[in-house]
């Protein structure tokens, strides 16, 4: 009830003025973006001295802010990796197909990963087995019938329509799929993306295929045991593996596309893998800031505003540039953060929670850096009553529609879709399930130890004209070089997105109620597992 009044009184301040007071113009976000997305900066790669230069600007703003260090040393929570770098000239792959080997080209026909470490040496039969999904919530299985052990499982990418986003989102996951395959006995896994749902074409995906990938570097965190290879495959070499099995990639393909049953049956070849990867430690950490709430009943809960500072460093070149700047991706979240802090000492709140800002690192190497301070928060889990986190929300057409992933799943989506509402800003569900967003930033992580989470972008309804402008955004600046700072980016947009991001704030840190999942939501069973034994239960549903 009170969320509904206080809405009122957000209404009220605008129409009386005939607009919202302006926090945010546009400009000091943007100058943040020019410092993160410096040449100079390389990159923030996680562990690099970019990275480290941009952490300390950033605490250099948090400070003159007012914000106070909420870390485990300061503002930092220092986090360590293992970096493995492949040693593509110590790797070989081949098909095995009647005891004959069909050599497969590094880069050209398949990528062998390192998220998930390889064996040495690997050699095993494949089997198609559809999307790869167990899913008990709709009694979904592929793996029913069919022998999977001691096998390597093909799989394309996607989900069948009758999962719903978030739900096939999640068991999209390489915790929750390699959970399901360690249980069936399967070694392995080869990927087909789903070409409807490719953010990036593969000639880019191949390009920097030697780049470092990173774990965690603590045993509770290893999510893979049992695996022994990871390929993701060319789409466009894919028959490759069908020939002899009566399918066709193709065939597949068209049915993934519209989300459509597929077929599952063994493949008549097996794959050889030799694999050789460098593994070394690499440290970094997250940043972690606090305004303080003032009222005594709820000044020790915290909302959390996250965005990762980290990106992905120096790579190949294209057209010449070797600096993947990650202007937007996810400067534009971490410069929104900056903003934020500087918005409270300019235009100070009575805050009644208080507000936690996360500066993540390791997020573009698997929401590393979200996954250890959701695992070990410098406050107390349950007192975490939310979660908005900030990734790439491009600002690069009108301001109209708003993208809210978690939409249906608590009452942050309701709280949002009203927020926006008074912006004369609507709201829409992901309107594209199949990319996965929903697991690809931060707000998972939280998500995962109960805590209800939104991610908001500027979005675009299907099928308009904006809709194409991300498309080609993705396909042409979504993690290359060109996303620098010399792109069109609509300062007003930005300044009015931030505007809504700081009323949701507000509007989380003052109700008198914290936020809940929906009785309807899948995720809520963590925030369930959460509070088993503990004697808050009624506080961490939200009841006071
Ligand atoms: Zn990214």
Same mark, same amino acid.
């Given at each position: 009830?009170?969320?509904?009044?206080?809405?009122?009184?957000?209404?009220?301040?605008?129409?009386?003025?005939?607009?919202?007071?302006?926090?945010?113009?546009?400009?000091?976000?943007?100058?943040?973006?020019?410092?993160?997305?410096?040449?100079?900066?390389?990159?923030?790669?996680?562990?690099?001295?970019?990275?480290?230069?941009?952490?300390?600007?950033?605490?250099?703003?948090?400070?003159?802010?007012?914000?106070?260090?909420?870390?485990?040393?300061?503002?930092?929570?220092?986090?360590?990796?293992?970096?493995?770098?492949?040693?593509?000239?110590?790797?070989?792959?081949?098909?095995?197909?009647?005891?004959?080997?069909?050599?497969?080209?590094?880069?050209?026909?398949?990528?062998?990963?390192?998220?998930?470490?390889?064996?040495?040496?690997?050699?095993?039969?494949?089997?198609?087995?559809?999307?790869?999904?167990?899913?008990?919530?709709?009694?979904?299985?592929?793996?029913?019938?069919?022998?999977?052990?001691?096998?390597?499982?093909?799989?394309?990418?996607?989900?069948?329509?009758?999962?719903?986003?978030?739900?096939?989102?999640?068991?999209?996951?390489?915790?929750?799929?390699?959970?399901?395959?360690?249980?069936?006995?399967?070694?392995?896994?080869?990927?087909l993306?789903?070409?409807?749902?490719?953010?990036?074409?593969?000639?880019?995906?191949?390009?920097?295929?030697?780049?470092?990938?990173?774990?965690?570097?603590?045993?509770?965190?290893?999510?893979?045991?049992?695996?022994?290879?990871?390929?993701?495959?060319?789409p466009?070499?894919a028959d490759?593996l069908f020939?002899?099995?009566?399918h066709s990639f193709a065939e597949i393909a068209?049915?993934?596309?519209?989300?459509?049953?597929?077929?599952?049956?063994?493949?008549?070849?097996?794959?050889?893998?030799?694999?050789?990867?460098?593994?070394?430690?690499?440290?970094?950490?997250?940043?972690?800031?606090?305004?303080?709430?003032?009222?005594?009943?709820?000044?020790?809960?915290?909302?959390?505003?996250?965005?990762?500072?980290?990106?992905?460093?120096?790579?190949?070149?294209?057209?010449?540039?070797?600096?993947?700047?990650?202007?937007?991706?996810?400067?534009?979240?971490?410069?929104?953060?900056?903003?934020?802090?500087?918005?409270?000492?300019?235009?100070?709140?009575?805050?009644?929670?208080?507000?936690?800002?996360?500066?993540?690192?390791?997020?573009?190497?698997?929401?590393?850096?979200?996954?250890?301070?959701?695992?070990?928060?410098?406050?107390? %889990?349950?007192?975490?009553?939310?979660?908005?986190?900030?990734?790439? /929300?491009?600002?690069?057409?009108?301001?109209?529609?708003? %993208?809210?992933?978690?939409?249906?799943?608590?009452?942050?989506?309701?709280?949002?879709?009203?927020?926006?509402?008074?912006?004369?800003?609507?709201?829409?569900?992901?309107?594209?399930?199949?990319?996965?967003? /929903?697991?690809?930033?931060?707000?998972?992580? /939280?998500?995962?130890?109960?805590?209800?989470?939104?991610?908001?972008?500027?979005?675009?309804?299907?099928?308009?004209?904006?809709?194409?402008?991300?498309?080609?955004?993705?396909?042409?600046?979504?993690?290359?070089?060109?996303?620098?700072?010399?792109?069109?980016?609509?300062?007003?947009?930005?300044?009015?997105?931030?505007?809504?991001?700081?009323?949701?704030?507000?509007?989380?840190?003052?109700?008198?109620?914290?936020?809940?999942?929906?009785?309807?939501?899948? /995720?809520?069973?963590?925030?369930?597992?959460? %509070?088993?034994?503990?004697?808050?239960?009624?506080?961490?549903?939200?009841?006071?």
């Amino acid at each position: 009830m009170k969320t509904t009044i206080l809405l009122l009184v957000l209404l009220c301040t605008i129409s009386a003025t005939g607009q919202t007071i302006p926090h945010f113009d546009g400009h000091t976000w943007w100058n943040h973006i020019k410092v993160l997305a410096d040449d100079k900066l390389e990159g923030r790669d996680t562990g690099s001295r970019g990275e480290r230069e941009a952490q300390r600007y950033a605490i250099e703003q948090l400070k003159d802010s007012g914000a106070q260090p909420a870390g485990a040393n300061g503002f930092y929570q220092p986090v360590k990796f293992n970096s493995r770098q492949i040693v593509e000239k110590d790797c070989s792959l081949a098909l095995i197909r009647d005891a004959r080997r069909e050599p497969l080209a590094l880069g050209e026909d398949a990528i062998i990963g390192t998220r998930i470490m390889p064996a040495s040496e690997v050699e095993a039969p494949l089997v198609f087995v559809g999307y790869g999904l167990k899913v008990p919530e709709n009694n979904y299985d592929d793996f029913a019938g069919i022998d999977v052990r001691d096998k390597i499982v093909v799989i394309f990418s996607g989900s069948p329509s009758e999962i719903p986003g978030a739900l096939a989102s999640h068991y999209q996951t390489t915790a929750e799929r390699w959970k399901v395959l360690h249980a069936a006995g399967a070694v392995g896994i080869v990927s087909l993306p789903n070409p409807a749902a490719m953010d990036i074409p593969w000639s880019r995906i191949a390009l920097n295929r030697a780049h470092p990938t990173m774990d965690l570097d603590y045993p509770e965190f290893n999510e893979t045991e049992g695996a022994k290879l990871a390929l993701t495959i060319n789409p466009a070499r894919a028959d490759k593996l069908f020939v002899g099995s009566g399918h066709s990639f193709a065939e597949i393909a068209s049915l993934g596309k519209d989300r459509k049953p597929l077929p599952h049956f063994p493949l008549t070849v097996s794959i050889a893998a030799k694999t050789k990867v460098e593994v070394t430690p690499v440290e970094s950490a997250n940043l972690i800031a606090r305004f303080p709430g003032s009222d005594p009943d709820l000044k020790d809960q915290y909302v959390v505003l996250s965005a990762h500072l980290d990106h992905i460093g120096i790579g190949e070149p294209i057209n010449g540039d070797r600096i993947y700047n990650g202007a937007m991706d996810d400067g534009s979240g971490s410069a929104l953060v900056l903003d934020m802090a500087e918005s409270f000492k300019k235009h100070p709140e009575k805050l009644r929670r208080s507000l936690l800002l996360v500066l993540v690192t390791g997020e573009e190497k698997g929401l590393l850096g979200s996954k250890y301070f959701t695992a070990h928060p410098t406050v107390p %889990t349950k007192s975490i009553v939310a979660d908005v986190n900030v990734d790439m /929300f491009l600002p690069i057409v009108p301001l109209k529609i708003l %993208t809210v992933l978690g939409l249906g799943e608590s009452d942050l989506g309701d709280r949002t879709r009203e927020i926006a509402q008074a912006f004369g800003v609507k709201v829409q569900p992901d309107p594209e399930p199949l990319r996965n967003v /929903f697991i690809r930033s931060d707000q998972y992580n /939280f998500i995962r130890h109960g805590i209800p989470s939104v991610m908001i972008d500027v979005g675009a309804e299907p099928g308009s004209p904006e809709q194409k402008i991300f498309k080609d955004w993705l396909t042409q600046r979504y993690h290359a070089p060109s996303d620098d700072v010399n792109q069109p980016v609509d300062l007003a947009v930005a300044a009015r997105y931030e505007e809504i991001i700081r009323a949701l704030l507000l509007n989380i840190a003052n109700g008198d109620l914290r936020p809940r999942w929906k009785p309807e939501s899948f /995720f809520r069973r963590y925030a369930e597992a959460a %509070t088993i034994g503990s004697a808050s239960i009624p506080q961490a549903l939200g009841i006071k």
